[in-house]
């Protein structure tokens, strides 16, 4: 099963209509992969807060832009999609507006197969953690091949939301995200963290470029269930990292490693 991530360039110069339209021809262009993913808020930028509200827009009907180009883009390119995420507009219980940090994934039909709204906010009491609601669910998304259990950046600090996704059947733990530069080095160590104690592929798409003058650390990263490096950004330049996965390497290593099994607190 190959995988590829592609770690799009974010400059607050391109008009997000270009950047949607470059983002759907990059897809396009990994048609010989089975399952492709997006970084984080690549539409508005991670840390652009003041344009979250004007850039949101809903996931499904009406006005749902970047759903619509995802869900062609993985059409023709006939690939899983991870299509990052958008700011989702939705309609709170007395029908005001609230905003979630949702993630879509697309099946190679086009259609939206699972969202994953952000559970843990960034910012503690600034940006997204006042500007956006919280998700609720972790969620696990059936492939063919495998199952993807979903993250979004700050998600990746929250090991009980992997080993969830880990209980729920997730064998391939993918991190969408817009990682600072000045943090890269946790991002390195916790997206292997979360590979090793959950004995799972890790695939996980930052940015390129800065996101409201904050530098992205890029460094996109497909680690296998053993802690190998299959492939890595070095950098926060736009490019795709590509790799093979074996499906059926994860219950290999489970079963010869039987660390999940020796489980006590549950
Ligand atoms: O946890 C971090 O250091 C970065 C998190 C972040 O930038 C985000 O969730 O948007």
Redesign the pocket.
């Known amino acids: 099963m190959r995988a590829s991530l592609i770690q799009i360039g974010v400059d607050q110069d391109e008009p997000v209509e270009a950047r949607r339209a470059r983002a759907a021809s990059l897809v396009r262009e990994q048609a010989a992969a089975d399952l492709v993913v997006l970084p ?1 808020l690549w539409t508005v930028g ?1 840390f652009a807060f003041d344009s979250f509200t004007a850039a949101a827009e809903p996931v499904r009907g009406p006005g749902a832009r970047t759903a619509e180009a995802m869900s062609e883009a993985a059409r023709e390119a006939r690939v899983w999609l991870h299509a990052g995420s958008v700011v989702e507009r939705a309609t709170g219980e007395s029908g005001e507006a609230v905003y979630y940090n949702t993630a879509l994934v697309f099946s190679p039909d086009g259609e939206l197969a699972a969202t994953y709204r952000k559970i843990h906010r ?1 910012g503690f009491d600034r940006g ?1 953690a006042t500007l956006m609601s919280a998700g609720a669910e972790p969620v696990a998304v059936p492939l063919p091949d495998t199952t993807l259990g979903l993250a979004t ?2 998600d990746l ?1 929250f090991p009980e939301l992997f080993r969830a996704l880990t209980d729920a059947g997730a064998q391939t733990l993918v991190v969408s995200a ?3 530069e000045r ?1 890269a080095a ?1 991002w390195s160590l916790l997206v292997r963290a979360r590979a090793v104690e959950n004995q799972a592929y890790v695939l996980a798409c930052g940015t390129a470029g800065a996101h409201a003058g904050v530098p992205q650390a890029g460094r996109s990263v497909i680690v296998d269930p053993w802690g190998e490096t299959l492939a890595e950004a070095e950098d926060a330049e736009e490019q795709v990292v590509a790799a093979d996965l074996d499906p059926a390497y994860v219950a290999k290593v489970r079963a010869d490693f039987p660390v999940l099994r020796d489980r006590v607190l549950r």
Request: proline content about 8%; some cysteine.
């Open positions: 984080e991670a960034f997204e950046c700050y600090r817009g990682w600072p943090r946790h």
